[in-house]
């Protein structure tokens, strides 16, 4: 139950990149385009690490269930699943 759910939170998050990338990308010059991308994939992972920490964590305390249905409710994963 946990790999998925990290999995979808990723996957989650990297929607939300693409989407405000390609609002933002057309109006600047290719190699601008490149730093941003590589600029907000290094943030989307400093974001994520914590959580996937936590919840490895939670794994090991036998305590994942919680954390998975907190990290589902927050960023609505099981809707996005569902879309799949």
Known sequence: ???P??????N???QIRQ???ARYLKEIE???????DKVTKSM???ILKL?????KAACKRGEEETL??????????EKDTEKK
């Open 5 to 10: 759910t990290i999995n979808n939170l990723k």
């Open 30 to 36: 290719s190699e601008d385009c490149k730093i941003v």
């Open 51 to 55: 959580p996937v920490l936590q919840l």
């Open 19 to 21: 989407e405000e990338l």
């Open 44 to 46: 989307m992972q400093k």
């Open 1 to 3: 139950a946990v790999s």
């Open 12 to 14: 989650a998050l990297e």
């Open 68 to 77: 998975i249905g907190v990290l589902n409710d927050l960023f609505n994963l």
